[in-house]
């Protein structure tokens, strides 16, 4: 019976497969069909031939991701045919369904279903698969006359998290628990908030939360993308491949380093200066250096206009500012309206002077006179002096290069904070930096502006442009693949072939359908004005646990923390942890109840064989005890990874250690999770998942900072199987 099932099945899945073959060659040949179109015929034509390229490029990419573990569950209903469940969806050459996307409606029941609520259906069946071959299948009756018929096995969650890691997370799609799949498919409106301790799968929910949506809303989402935002980026390194092997590639994922386009900043700043440039008061200072930049002269000014010395008083200068700052625009673009009142009153002013002297002046004189001033070498400095175009970087770096222009615009600080602040201009950009950048930009704005009537222009061709792409996608028989303003950002004569999520991560006005945040804990009220920004309509799903916080500008509640963002969010919490075996579980949230943490318990699902490992340093030193425990790790599994975690001071001459004992086997931080052993610090290891885990000197890593128990707890939590402590002191998380 068993092997009859299990060839049913892969003679089943051999069928799908068969299809995503045709299905791909025929998007294949299409996109032959297209390139072999002349190049000719109007400009609307090849950009419609190049978008429509671009679209069955996409399809190509999406049915490539999705070919390891195509179908992976199957429900029998208590009426009607059977469901398979698959990363996407599949219909035959009669269109009718052979393949559910896990993502549709009727795909609910394989994560929600239970034998106390079944939801119509008799049984479940998980399909286990290696490459395109279904190698084994287990079953969850829910109707006790299919006993006889169906077939046990062991249980696909166990299995998974069993699992020997990668470096790499993968998609949970097949095991998604039904208390992640309800967060899952919440809707898309408003703030989500995901609570749920380490290894309760917060990071995967997000992640298939962001497919979900994207299926639910893809006219919605297409046109405006979805923003994933991580920690750090090691972690997007980590989770990178979980989308696509999903079947979604248009999604932008940014570390809190990259969220202002141009810069990738890595380097992180001490905790007191950190704490500083995350503070809310930053975004006050920054107004000020801004509105410092435009400058009323005390006394008058003679200036040179072709021959010709025109006095201008200050009230000149003032007025043409007061016209400025009713425009209410920001400091670049009102420089415009600035610039054009004071011609104006300039070449009044001159016209004036000429008559006086005895020039026949009138009326149609005045743009010639305008044109002069604004030649004017006197004219532009005087007009510069006084509101002078900036770039966010050179206002950053001007405000800590220039101490005596810091203070004065904080009278209120000491010496002490200033000095905080301080460093040369040309030091690279830090992590604590970017929303600083961000926040300038945003007071700034382009210094290179478009006319109204040319945006004008740009809207009536982009309505234009909607309107061929519709008639396009009725003529190419592609209805449902494409949405009309997707194809039609194609169209514009000076744009690149790029997506929606290629355009929004380099333009950094763009504003995002939905924000996924990890790792939200974190997050200083600056970094939250920078994602205030990026989604205004306030569509986010924000995950994290309190208790794991470790970063100087960190909230102690998720109210305190959302306060910049909004004061109304719907809470869900994760409580099963699927990640940690109880043992490390347990003695983790001993020591972070006893440290006062905020911890939301969790109940493992699971024990490994193994208790946790201590070794204190004897006679050996630090450095050589952690690789004792790190060999004695490889010598019980050495197919898996090891993360050896350590204080930040303590990691680089420890991986020197590592690596000179061990080899090219030992990465540095995020410079290759691949590898099977990695050196890391309690913050790099944020999000993280390893086989094992080697903290060494737990005591030095609680004791560094306020917020070292956090980092800590973060530390001890990483591994999946085994944990070993080296320790120089008491015993710590026992």
Not at 201 to 230: D, F, M, P, W
Not at 407 to 412: D, K, Q, V
Request: proline share 4%; hydrophobic share 40%; charged share 25%.
């Amino acid at each position: 019976m068993t092997n009859s099932e299990l060839e049913r099945e892969r003679d089943y899945v051999e069928r799908l497969y068969r299809r995503l073959d045709d299905v791909r060659q025929e998007a294949e040949d299409a996109l032959a069909a297209v390139r072999r179109q002349t190049p000719g015929g109007t400009h609307q034509h090849r950009s419609e031939r190049d978008s429509f390229a671009r679209i069955y490029e996409d399809r190509i990419a999406q049915l490539r991701e999705v070919d390891e573990r195509l179908a992976f569950g199957k429900l029998t209903p208590q009426s009607g045919s059977v469901r398979y469940i698959g990363r996407i969806g599949l219909r035959d050459d009669n269109r009718d369904p052979i393949l559910l996307d896990w993502r549709a409606p009727q795909a609910s029941a394989f994560y929600q279903a239970t034998a106390a609520t079944p939801l119509g259906m008799r049984a479940r069946r998980h399909l286990s698969s290696k490459g395109r071959k279904v190698v084994s299948i287990s079953d969850d009756i829910f109707d006790e006359s299919l006993l006889s018929e169906q077939v046990s096995g062991d249980s696909a969650l166990l299995a998974a998290l069993t699992a020997q890691r990668t470096g790499r997370m993968h998609d949970i799609v097949a095991t998604i628990q039904a208390e992640q799949d309800r967060i899952i498919r919440s809707e898309l409106r408003g703030v989500l908030v995901v609570q749920g301790g380490p290894g309760t799968g917060k990071t995967a929910v997000a992640l298939h939360r962001a497919a979900y949506l994207l299926y639910e809303n893809r006219e919605q989402l297409a046109r405006s993308g979805v923003l994933i935002v991580g920690p750090s980026r090691s972690f997007l390194q980590y989770i990178e491949q979980v989308l696509p092997s999903l079947g979604e590639t248009g999604v932008v994922l940014a570390s809190v380093g990259q969220l202002y386009p141009g810069v990738d900043a890595q380097n992180e700043d001490t905790t007191d200066v950190a704490a500083l440039k995350g503070s809310r008061q930053m975004a006050d200072l920054i107004k000020r250096a801004v509105k410092s930049r435009q400058i009323v002269p005390t006394e008058p000014q003679t200036l040179d206009v072709s021959g010709e010395r025109l006095v201008v008083q200050p009230q000149l200068i003032a007025d043409a500012m007061r016209e400025a700052w009713q425009s209410r625009k920001p400091h670049n673009v009102a420089r415009v309206t600035f610039n054009k009142a004071a011609l104006k009153a300039l070449a009044r002013q001159l016209a004036s002077q000429l008559r006086e002297q005895g020039n026949a002046i009138d009326d149609s004189d005045l743009s010639m006179l305008r044109e002069d001033l604004r030649s004017s070498y006197d004219v532009r400095v005087a007009l510069n002096t006084a509101w002078l175009p900036l770039t966010p970087e050179k206002l950053i770096q001007d405000l800590y290069a220039r101490p005596t222009w810091l203070a004065s615009l904080t009278p209120g600080w000491s010496p002490a904070k200033r000095a905080l602040l301080r460093r040369s201009r040309d030091a690279e950009f830090t992590v604590s930096d970017i929303p600083l950048l961000d926040e300038a930009a945003e007071l700034l704005g382009e210094m290179d502006t478009v006319s109204d009537a040319r945006k004008r222009e740009e809207k009536a061709q982009r309505k234009r442009d909607v309107e061929n792409a519709e008639q396009a996608i009725q003529n190419m028989d592609v209805e449902g693949m494409v949405s009309a303003e997707a194809l039609a950002a194609g169209f514009a004569p000076s744009a690149e072939r790029l997506s929606a999520a290629e355009r929004a991560s380099s333009d950094r006005t763009w504003t995002y359908g939905h924000i996924v945040v990890d790792e939200a804990q974190e997050l200083s009220p600056m970094q939250w004005r920078v994602l205030l920004r990026r989604g205004p309509m306030r569509s986010f799903t924000i995950v994290g646990d309190i208790a794991q916080a470790s970063s100087a500008a960190a909230a102690a509640s998720w109210s305190d923390a959302l306060g910049t963002l909004t004061t109304e969010f719907r809470l869900e919490e994760l409580t099963v942890n699927y990640r940690t075996p109880s043992q490390i579980t347990d003695a983790a949230e001993r020591f972070a109840r006893a440290h006062g943490l905020p911890i939301t318990p969790s109940t493992a699902v699971r024990r490994s064989e193994w208790e946790i490992f201590r070794r204190g340093i004897d006679d050996a030193g630090l450095l050589d005890a952690a690789l004792a425990a790190v060999q004695e790790d490889r010598g019980i599994d050495d197919r898996g990874t090891v993360a050896v975690i350590a204080d930040d001071a303590l990691v680089p001459e420890l991986y020197q250690h590592l690596r000179t004992a061990l080899g090219a086997d030992v990465a540095l931080g995020s410079a290759s999770l691949a590898r099977p052993i990695s050196v890391l610090s309690p913050q790099t290891s944020k999000g993280l998942e390893f086989d094992a885990v080697v903290l060494v000197d737990p005591d030095s890593i609680e004791r560094a900072g306020s917020r070292g128990a956090s980092a800590l707890y973060v530390a001890a939590t990483r591994p999946t199987q085994r944990l070993h402590i080296v320790t120089t002191g008491a015993q710590t998380l026992g």
